[in-house]
């Protein structure tokens, strides 16, 4: 069982509003494709937003805890990130990925302490039937707080959990967590050790960029790998590419 997140830093232009990295994006399902023809491992794709969804959102305030009672605003970012979803969808579709659409709208929600419910149902049975779900960043109902960011980091983090992965892998913009130097640090075990090197996105990012994906991955029991999109095709031949979060 492999969750593999592609970054919306990766697959889109994240300076140019609602605009894709089509090679890039090309590049990734070409990697996951042959991939899953070369084995049969269960597979869980989830996409950030990039330029689709953070702007929508940065505009509106929405982030993770500030939430909207908007409906307009709800559907704007709900409906960017549906979009991108598309884009993906079809790109693995045209090399006969048989990956099928998840839409954490309509399926999660955050409790009153903002805790991510995520049912786990619908995702194994798309699993256990030969389906690749595609999951993506998204804006979901918050008790107390109208509707939220959930970022993809977050769905990695909690499908990793409820479906007990073996393997799980960030592709991002960067070839892994960068030093003070921009060397690529090898391995993370504590938070404290990168905490001074790690930012936010150098980008409109509502969902708190590499810090927030370090401290989401160091939670999990699963070592976790962050690595670029030279690194994709390695990671799913099961190599560890990038940083090694443990
Ligand atoms: N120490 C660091 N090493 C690497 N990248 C860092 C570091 N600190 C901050 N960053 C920023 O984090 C970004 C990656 O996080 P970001 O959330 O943008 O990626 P993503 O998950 O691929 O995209 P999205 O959130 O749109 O899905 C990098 O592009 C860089 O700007
Ligand atoms: C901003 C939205 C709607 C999605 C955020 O997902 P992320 O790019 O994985 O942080």
Do not use: W
Not at 181 to 205: F, K, M, N, P, Q
């Amino acid at each position: 069982m492999i969750v593999l997140k592609l970054g919306g830093s990766v697959i889109t232009d994240k300076e140019r509003p609602e605009t894709l990295d089509g090679d890039a994006l090309e590049q990734a399902a070409d990697a996951v494709a042959s991939a899953l023809a070369a084995n049969d491992d269960d597979l869980v794709i989830v996409h950030g937003g990039g330029s689709f969804g953070h702007h929508n959102a940065s505009e509106h305030g929405v982030s993770t805890t500030n939430g909207t009672h908007d409906a307009a605003a709800v559907l704007e970012i709900h409906g960017a990130m549906k979009t991108l979803n598309q884009f993906v969808l079809s790109r693995l579709l045209e090399r006969g990925v048989q990956a099928v659409p998840v839409h954490p709208f309509s399926t999660a929600h955050r409790d009153d302490d903002g805790t991510l419910e995520l049912p786990a149902g619908q995702i194994e049975t798309m699993l256990s039937e030969g389906f690749v779900p595609v999951l993506h960043g998204d804006v979901i109902a918050h008790a107390g707080a109208g509707a939220t960011i959930v970022s993809g980091d977050e769905l990695v983090a909690e499908l990793a959990r409820d479906l007990a992965a073996d393997r799980i892998g960030l592709c991002s913009t960067v070839p892994g967590v960068l030093d003070a130097d921009d060397a690529v640090i090898d391995r993370i075990s504590a938070y404290e050790d990168v905490a001074s090197v790690l930012g936010a996105s150098d980008a409109t990012d509502v969902t708190g960029g590499m810090a927030a994906k370090v401290q989401a991955l160091l939670a999990l029991d699963a070592e976790a790998s962050i690595f670029g999109l030279e690194g994709l095709a390695s990671f799913l031949e099961g190599a560890n590419p990038g940083t090694t979060i443990e």
